[in-house]
């Protein structure tokens, strides 16, 4: 493997086909080879990472004992989703009321940074100032319509995600995010904004929450159209793996806006080659 032209500062990485593959309901993970041993490594040289996922499932105080539970050594501090963009970005623009399409858990994180939140059918949902959608395999055509009409009113609609599919260990599972999304728009005429990759809004938070600049930043990850993409609109380092929903073969005939600074099998081989800093 080529060494860098200058060793990452700081690293990013993708969860799903990254650091671990779940089953398509989300209910169980394998760790991918070499993630435990990059992230002792990082941890041993205290080199600042983090795991950004586009999963909006649950929160990091959920997610994180899970994970640990299958041996993947990650704290909770170094776990984010798209809903903690989200948080930041609802309470940065002043939003007072969040109706939201998305299960519990997605709730459930999205207070715990502050923001208050209504879903549809509920008293405040009618007067909400902004719609957000995340992960909802539920979703009834009940709550398209309230989120839709907040929308024509002119709230302003947020999402968690707009990729279509997530790596699992059963192969590509259903982004429902990315449907609904596609409900609203049809409808309203309104894209969202993405608060997950590979958005700016990831790429700065990332940038914060790293205290780095973009251009010592690895992103880490196996979707071209997600953190590839986000790293190379934001100026980062992009690391692709064949380990998840793309391969080598396709990574190679990836044009200029989706194409990695490397390609690797697995987060293992950043071991090699003077990717990590001493």
Same mark, same amino acid.
């Given at each position: 493997m080529? *060494? ?7 690293? +990013? ?6 650091? &671990?593959?779940?089953n398509r ?9 070499? $993630?435990?041993e ?16 586009? @999963?909006?499932? #649950? ?17 909770d ?30 709730? !459930? $994180?999205? !207070?715990?940074?502050? &923001?208050?939140?209504?879903?549809? %059918?509920?008293?405040?949902? /009618?007067? *909400?100032?902004?719609? #957000? ?8 055509? $009940? ?10 009113? %002119?709230?302003?609609?947020?999402? *968690? ?14 982004? #429902? ?25 990831? +790429?700065?938070?990332?940038? /914060? ?5 973009a251009?010592?930043?690895?992103? &880490? @990850? ?5 953190? &590839? =993409? +986000?790293?190379v609109?934001?100026? $980062?380092i992009?690391?692709?793996? *064949?380990? %998840?929903?793309?391969?080598? =073969?396709?990574? /190679?005939?990836?044009?200029r !806006?989706?194409?990695p ?6 987060? @293992? ?10």
């Amino acid at each position: 493997m080529n *060494a860098p032209a200058k060793a990452p500062k700081g690293f +990013m990485f993708d969860l799903d086909g990254t650091l &671990i593959l779940s089953n398509r309901k989300l209910g169980s993970y394998e760790v991918i080879p070499g $993630a435990v041993e990059v992230l002792n490594e990082l941890e041993r040289r205290g080199i600042p990472y983090l795991a950004l996922t586009n @999963g909006s499932a #649950y929160s990091a105080s959920k997610q994180g004992p899970r994970l640990r539970e299958v041996g993947l050594p990650i704290i909770d501090g170094h776990l984010f989703t798209p809903n903690s963009v989200a948080g930041k970005v609802f309470a940065e623009r002043g939003y007072r009321n969040v109706l939201v399409l998305g299960t519990p858990g997605v709730v !459930e $994180a999205l !207070e715990g940074h502050g &923001i208050r939140c209504t879903q549809p %059918g509920d008293p405040d949902a /009618a007067s *909400a100032d902004a719609v #957000y959608t995340a992960w909802h395999p539920e979703c009834s055509m $009940a709550d398209i319509h309230a989120a839709a009409g907040r929308v024509l009113d %002119g709230a302003p609609f947020y999402t *968690a995600s707009d990729v279509p599919f997530f790596a699992t260990k059963e192969g590509p599972a259903f982004g #429902y995010s990315c449907a609904i999304n596609g409900a609203i728009h049809r409808v309203t005429g309104v894209e969202p904004q993405v608060t997950g990759k590979p958005s700016q809004l990831a +790429m700065d938070f990332v940038a /914060a929450r790293l205290g780095l600049p973009a251009s010592d930043i690895a992103v &880490i @990850g196996d979707d071209p159209k997600v953190e &590839i =993409e +986000m790293a190379v609109a934001g100026g $980062a380092i992009g690391v692709g793996v *064949a380990s %998840g929903t793309t391969n080598r =073969e396709q990574w /190679a005939a990836q044009g200029r !806006e989706r194409r990695p600074d490397l390609v690797i099998e697995n987060v @293992g081989e950043l071991l090699q080659g003077g990717w990590l800093s001493s």
